[in-house]
C-alpha cells in the first residue's frame, strides 16, 4: 500500500507561482512511478508530469517549460513547481503512485497498484 498526502495548492494570481508538495509511504514499488494529474471542471482528468524514481521526466505539452516535476528520495516526496501560471491551470492537481506504469500499447493491462492522494485545488486567477 501506498499513502499519498499533497499539499500547497492555493490561489494565485496569473502568471504566478506555486509549488505542490506529495508525500508518500508505504511500497516503495509502488511509488517507483510517480505523477501529477489534474482535472478542471467539466473536463477530463489529465496526465500533467510523471517521474520515475531515477529522475526520469516527462510533461504535458500544455505545461512544458513552466511546470517542474522533481523529487527527494530520502523524504520520499514529489513536487510540482509551478510557473507563469494561467487561468486554464486551474484544476484539482492530484498525486498519483502507479506500477507499473500506463502503457498506450497495453491498454487491457491493468496496474497491479494504483494510489491516489486526496487532491488540493490550484486557483488562478486572471
Known amino acids: 500500500q501506498v499513502q499519498l498526502v499533497e499539499s500547497g495548492g492555493g490561489l494565485v494570481q496569473a502568471g504566478g507561482s506555486l509549488r505542490l508538495s506529495c508525500a508518500a509511504s508505504?511500497?516503495?514499488?509502488?511509488?517507483?512511478?510517480m505523477a501529477w494529474h489534474r482535472q478542471a471542471p467539466g473536463k477530463e482528468r489529465e496526465l500533467v508530469a510523471s517521474?520515475?524514481?531515477?529522475?526520469?521526466?516527462d510533461y504535458s505539452d500544455s505545461v512544458k517549460d513552466r511546470f517542474t516535476i522533481s523529487r527527494d528520495n530520502t523524504k520520499n516526496t514529489v513536487y510540482l513547481q509551478m510557473s507563469s501560471l494561467k487561468a486554464e491551470d486551474t484544476a484539482v492537481y492530484y498525486c498519483?503512485?502507479?506500477?507499473?506504469?500506463?502503457?498506450?500499447?497495453?491498454?487491457?493491462?491493468?496496474?497491479?497498484?494504483?494510489?491516489w492522494g486526496q487532491g488540493t485545488q490550484v486557483t488562478v486567477s486572471s
Open positions: 517521474i520515475t524514481r531515477g529522475g526520469s521526466t
Open positions: 508505504g511500497d516503495t514499488m509502488c511509488s517507483s512511478f
Open positions: 498519483n503512485a502507479r506500477w507499473p506504469p500506463a502503457d498506450p500499447k497495453l491498454p487491457h493491462v491493468q496496474p497491479i497498484c494504483n494510489h
